[in-house]
């Protein structure tokens, strides 16, 4: 009913920037929160950055400085403009969001979607 499609990702020499953009489509109401969450190979998922729709951020410390959430409510899309890439970011990084919206004529409350992961490569 609800899908987030991520785009963006690939392999960047360490420095290089990436632009991940992911768009959120169905009969969606509103989005609370959206943003970004990465996995490496044998590590655990973890926060990178996300959103409220009210301009409140919340990223990992190890991206601050370097990486940049936005999001475009019109579109239902959300950005992560990572900078000054580190091998150590190279992961596979999930769209994430809270999502409300209408299915079958009812309304379903703050739901938890994710996308299907895109992976970015750091290395030289």
């Not at 044998?42 to 996300?50: F, P, Q």
């Not at 309304?107 to 996308?115: D, P, S, V």
Request: hydrophobic content about 30%.
């Amino acid at each position: 009913q609800v899908q987030l499609v991520e785009s963006g990702g690939g392999l960047v020499q360490p420095g290089g920037s990436l632009r991940l953009s992911c768009a959120a489509s169905g009969s969606i109401v509103s989005i609370n929160t959206m943003g970004w969450y990465r996995q490496a190979p044998g590590k655990e998922r973890e926060l990178v950055a996300t959103l409220t729709a009210g301009g409140s951020t919340k990223s990992a410390d190890s991206v601050k400085g370097r990486f940049t959430i936005s999001r475009d409510n019109g579109k239902r899309t959300a950005y992560l403009q990572m900078d000054s890439l580190k091998p150590e970011d190279t992961a596979v990084y999930y769209c994430y969001a809270i999502v409300s919206y209408y299915s079958g004529g009812s309304l379903n409350l703050n739901k938890n979607y994710w996308g299907q992961g895109t992976q970015v490569t750091v290395s030289s």
